[in-house]
């Protein structure tokens, strides 16, 4: 197994602002494994509020990196309960090499990852697209300027509802709105009943991620379905979020990959919890590994290539939010970024 990686910022069409702050670009990582002859891909987005930037990656694969090379690869599976003991502290970088192995996995089976799976793309979900917090007069116009089907909008200001009064003035399509956790129980429990009559759909991290009090309460008489986010980060997650969440929102990398998220996807079932999977802005690589869990999802949040001006890869198609496939085994993409930013 031969290890290769790429460090990018990739920068975003419009500042990227949510209630934790504003960013310009999107760091990233890209990692490449090869094993017999077969390349394959991963993608790991820094995210700067968990301290795992690009640099910590990049220090802790090549700390290991002989250790990766010698790894003899069956399975993906197998391959990640090795990666998650390798780096047990770095979730980010265990899921772009998750990710990379899988994308072998399937181009030794010449079968696409759904198909591996058992998936079928017809009833797939749409996706959204996601407009970041600005004046409100600068969302209006970004969402005119995206004719789109779902949106989700981000709030956490002292202006939400007139945000999305102003959206909903703008547009029929779906609205779904993220608070980031920037509601506390009193704001949610007021602001939700008056979201709800203007048409929105479900709302995303309503309180702070540790807030289990508040959640159970506002479980109880939200007028709408609340999704986890921040509160469901790992495997362990998923069991606690039932009677607090209607639904959880799965992030390959901060879980550590696509393989725990099928878990993850697999035990919210059993809690008859609702599934979307979640993007944190990744060039088609990572999308790409969002795309392949469709059929086995409710909602899904993948438009992290439609919010970049730059994107590492082909495979992928965005048509009015219903996503296409190349047909090639595996992601499915061709990797074009070999340049560095």
Same mark, same amino acid.
């Given at each position: 197994?031969?290890?290769?990686?790429?460090?990018?910022?990739?920068?975003?069409?419009?500042?990227?602002?949510?209630?934790?702050?504003?960013?310009?670009?999107? #760091?990233?990582?890209?990692?490449?494994?090869?094993?017999?002859?077969?390349? %394959?891909?991963?993608?790991?987005?820094?995210?700067?509020?968990?301290?795992? #930037?690009?640099?910590?990656?990049?220090?802790?694969?090549?700390?290991?990196?002989?250790?990766?090379?010698?790894?003899?690869?069956?399975?993906?599976?197998?391959?990640?309960?090795?990666?998650?003991?390798?780096?047990?502290?770095?979730?980010?970088?265990?899921?772009?090499?998750?990710?990379?192995?899988?994308?072998?996995? %399937?181009?030794?089976?010449?079968?696409?990852?759904?198909?591996?799976?058992?998936?079928?793309?017809?009833?797939?979900?749409?996706?959204?697209?996601?407009?970041?917090?600005?004046?409100?007069?600068?969302?209006?116009?970004?969402?005119?300027?995206?004719?789109?089907?779902?949106?989700?909008?981000?709030?956490?200001?002292?202006?939400?509802?007139?945000?999305?009064?102003?959206?909903? *003035?703008?547009?029929?399509?779906?609205?779904?709105?993220?608070?980031?956790?920037?509601?506390?129980?009193?704001?949610?429990?007021?602001?939700?009943?008056?979201?709800?009559?203007?048409?929105?759909?479900?709302?995303?991290?309503?309180?702070?991620?540790?807030?289990?009090?508040?959640?159970?309460?506002?479980?109880?008489?939200?007028?709408?379905?609340?999704?986890?986010?921040?509160?469901?980060?790992?495997?362990?997650?998923?069991?606690?979020?039932?009677?607090?969440?209607?639904?959880?929102?799965?992030?390959?990398?901060?879980?550590? =990959?696509?393989?725990?998220?099928?878990?993850?996807?697999?035990?919210?079932? *059993?809690?008859?919890?609702?599934?979307?999977?979640?993007?944190?802005?990744?060039?088609?690589?990572?999308?790409?590994?969002?795309?392949?869990?469709?059929?086995?999802?409710?909602?899904?949040?993948?438009?992290?290539?439609?919010?970049?001006?730059?994107?590492?890869?082909? =495979?992928?198609?965005?048509?009015?939010?219903?996503?296409?496939?190349? =047909?090639?085994?595996?992601?499915?993409?061709?990797?074009?970024?070999?340049?560095?930013?």
């Amino acid at each position: 197994m031969k290890v290769q990686y790429w460090p990018f910022s990739l920068k975003f069409r419009y500042p990227f602002t949510i209630s934790k702050g504003t960013k310009t670009h999107q #760091p990233t990582l890209i990692v490449e494994l090869e094993h017999r002859g077969i390349k %394959g891909y991963g993608e790991a987005p820094a995210i700067a509020y968990y301290n795992i #930037p690009v640099e910590k990656m990049i220090e802790d694969l090549e700390s290991k990196k002989s250790m990766l090379e010698k790894f003899v690869f069956t399975d993906p599976d197998r391959y990640w309960h090795y990666l998650h003991h390798l780096f047990p502290q770095n979730n980010f970088l265990v899921c772009a090499l998750d990710i990379a192995a899988w994308d072998i996995y %399937g181009k030794l089976k010449q079968k696409q990852l759904y198909e591996l799976w058992g998936g079928t793309i017809s009833q797939n979900p749409v996706c959204d697209y996601t407009i970041g917090i600005d004046p409100v007069d600068k969302m209006v116009a970004k969402m005119k300027e995206k004719p789109w089907p779902i949106y989700k909008i981000k709030v956490g200001t002292p202006d939400d509802i007139a945000i999305v009064k102003a959206l909903r *003035e703008n547009t029929t399509a779906t609205l779904r709105v993220d608070a980031n956790a920037a509601w506390d129980l009193e704001t949610a429990l007021q602001l939700i009943p008056r979201l709800k009559e203007m048409g929105v759909e479900l709302v995303e991290q309503p309180l702070a991620k540790d807030n289990w009090e508040g959640m159970r309460i506002l479980y109880k008489q939200s007028a709408l379905p609340l999704y986890a986010d921040e509160a469901c980060v790992y495997e362990q997650d998923v069991e606690r979020c039932k009677d607090h969440f209607h639904g959880i929102n799965i992030k390959l990398t901060k879980c550590s =990959g696509i393989t725990p998220a099928r878990r993850m996807i697999q035990r919210a079932r *059993e809690l008859d919890l609702k599934v979307m999977v979640g993007c944190m802005n990744e060039s088609t690589v990572g999308a790409a590994a969002i795309a392949h869990l469709l059929p086995f999802i409710d909602h899904v949040d993948m438009d992290g290539p439609l919010l970049l001006e730059e994107d590492l890869a082909t =495979g992928i198609g965005y048509d009015f939010g219903k996503i296409s496939y190349s =047909g090639e085994p595996g992601l499915g993409i061709t990797y074009k970024g070999l340049y560095h930013k």
